[in-house]
């Protein structure tokens, strides 16, 4: 089975604050994403990876960096905490072959609430 | 990507089967069909995708019509743990398919 996990469930940060968030994947997948939800909004792609060190913007990447410094681990970075911030954030990872990028599996989210 | 179209809601009897439609009337030649569920406050849960065949693991099973312009999904046996949002999303396999877009989907209601 897939295991994509997320260093936490619940957040609480002060607006300002710098934030990691972290998601691990144990399945050797190529391409990792961060997304965040809100309602009425669905799925907004912030980044995603496409291998070690490679990144590239979503839809909303503004106030938002990444890491990937690990195949296994891609991180998300709120440089500087805004309200409008919170939000449920989701990562996903998939694998990379020559017909494409396959299926995305998700972690659990972590929900940010940033005060 | 193809635009899909779900019901906002459905009710089942625990036990009974769910059958949970979707059109895709743009879908393209290569574009498969993906059906994931989010269980409240979590993250979405992959269930199954296919391209024209009807596909079937051991949580669901996917029926997608001759012409390609809507399938079913079918919970065979539903439970009140299958109480989520459905939701029924067209990609395709190369270029720019790496993101998924997720409409409203389906909250389908399992009842005791």
């Known amino acids: 089975d897939v295991k994509v996990t997320q260093s936490s469930r619940y957040l609480v940060k002060r607006t300002g604050e710098k934030v990691f968030l972290e998601c691990v994947q144990d399945?050797?997948?190529?391409?990792m994403f961060w997304y965040r939800q809100d309602p009425g909004l669905g799925l907004r792609l912030i980044y995603f990876?496409?291998?070690?060190?490679?990144?590239e913007k979503g839809d909303i990447p503004e106030g938002y960096s990444v890491s990937r410094e690990k195949k296994e681990r891609f991180s998300l970075i709120l440089e500087s905490a805004s309200t409008n911030q919170t939000s449920m954030y989701l990562c996903?990872?998939?694998?990379?072959?020559?017909?494409?990028?396959?299926?995305?599996?998700f972690g659990p989210g972590t929900r940010l609430l940033v005060l | 990507d193809a635009k899909t179209t779900q019901p906002t809601s459905m009710d089942c009897a625990e036990g009974r089967a769910a059958n949970l439609p979707c059109n895709h009337s743009?879908?393209?030649?290569?574009?498969?069909v993906y059906w994931y569920r989010q269980i409240h406050s979590q993250g979405p849960q992959y269930i199954i995708h296919?391209?024209?065949n009807n596909e079937t693991n051991e949580m669901a099973s996917l029926i997608i019509t001759e012409d390609r312009k809507s399938s079913t999904l079918i919970l065979p046996h539903a439970t009140l743990r299958d109480t989520a949002v459905y939701y029924c999303?067209?990609?395709?396999?190369?270029?720019?398919?790496?993101?998924?877009?997720f409409g409203k989907g389906t909250l389908l209601t399992v009842n005791p």
């Open positions: 743009t879908i393209s030649g290569n574009e498969y």
């Open positions: 999303i067209v990609r395709g396999s190369g270029g720019s398919n790496y993101k998924l877009t």
């Open positions: 399945m050797d997948h190529e391409n």
């Open positions: 996903a990872s998939s694998l990379q072959t020559q017909r494409g990028a396959k299926t995305q599996y």
């Open positions: 990876s496409y291998d070690v060190k490679m990144k």
């Open positions: 296919g391209l024209k």
